[in-house]
C-alpha cells in the first residue's frame, strides 16, 4: 500500500505522465521482462526521463510479482529548453 500512496504522491506533481513501451518484450515461462520510457512533465515547468525495466511473474492472467529496475541518476529534472 506505501508504493501506492508514493506513486499518488509522485503523480500528483506532475501536469502529465507519457510512457512508451521498447520492444522486443521478452517471456520465458511466466516470467516476462518488459523495457519502458517514461516522461513526466512536472508543475515547476521541468521534466525528468526515465527508462525502466519490469519483471514480471505472472500467474494465469495476473501477475502475481512485479519488480521494477532504473538507473536512480535518471530522476534528476531537467529544465525544459
Known sequence: ???VLNERKVLAQAKSVTSKCVRPIFVNGDRVVLHYKFRFDWQ?????EIEEL???CW????IAEEQ???DPAQRVA???Q
Open 1 to 3: 500500500m506505501l508504493k
Open 59 to 62: 500467474e494465469g492472467e495476473l
Open 68 to 70: 521494477f529496475f532504473y
Open 44 to 48: 515547476d515547468g521541468t521534466y525528468t
Open 78 to 80: 531537467k529544465t525544459i
Open 54 to 56: 519490469a519483471l514480471q
